[in-house]
């Protein structure tokens, strides 16, 4: 994606001026997708478990700046990211286990935060565990 949205803009511009550094991840742009909220849920071809890759990648690769604390990395989604962020988080997950226990594998996000997520992912995942403390905000009309 060449530019963001002017409510990206705005979330960004709030982490930033309260001293936070923030990393917006192309999951979609990079797949030749412009957006998947309108996509019906049956007919998606990028999952939130599939997402996940993009954030665990992310993860290492933020760690691995100067100047970026590795140990106080939190991941935020909204929505579809929400859920992503609920996937990637859990601790029983395969491919979660498997970033966690490489040698060099930086520290796992400090927190998540995961705002108006479909909570699927954790409902049909009885093995579902958070990896890091969380939260979720959600409405009764989400």
């Not at 412009?34 to 049956?42: A, F, H, L, N, P």
């Not at 140990?71 to 979660?96: E, P």
């Not at 490489?102 to 705002?115: C, L, S, T």
Request: hydrophobic fraction near 45%; charge should be positive.
């Amino acid at each position: 994606m060449e530019t963001i949205s002017q409510r990206i803009a705005a979330r960004a511009e709030a982490l930033l001026s309260a001293g936070y550094a923030v990393l917006f991840p192309d999951s979609l742009g990079s797949r030749g997708m412009r957006e998947i909220c309108t996509v019906k849920s049956g007919e998606r071809t990028l999952t939130a478990a599939g997402r996940r890759g993009d954030a665990l990648g992310a993860l290492r690769w933020l760690a691995a700046q100067p100047g970026v604390a590795r140990d106080r990395i939190a991941l935020l989604g909204w929505s579809h990211g929400g859920t992503t962020t609920l996937a990637t988080i859990n601790a029983n997950d395969a491919m979660v286990r498997a970033f966690r226990e490489k040698p060099d594998a930086p520290p796992f996000f400090r927190a998540a935060v995961a705002f108006y997520p479909g909570c699927s992912v954790a409902a049909r995942d009885e093995g579902w565990r958070p990896g890091s403390p969380v939260r979720v905000l959600i409405g009764d009309a989400d």
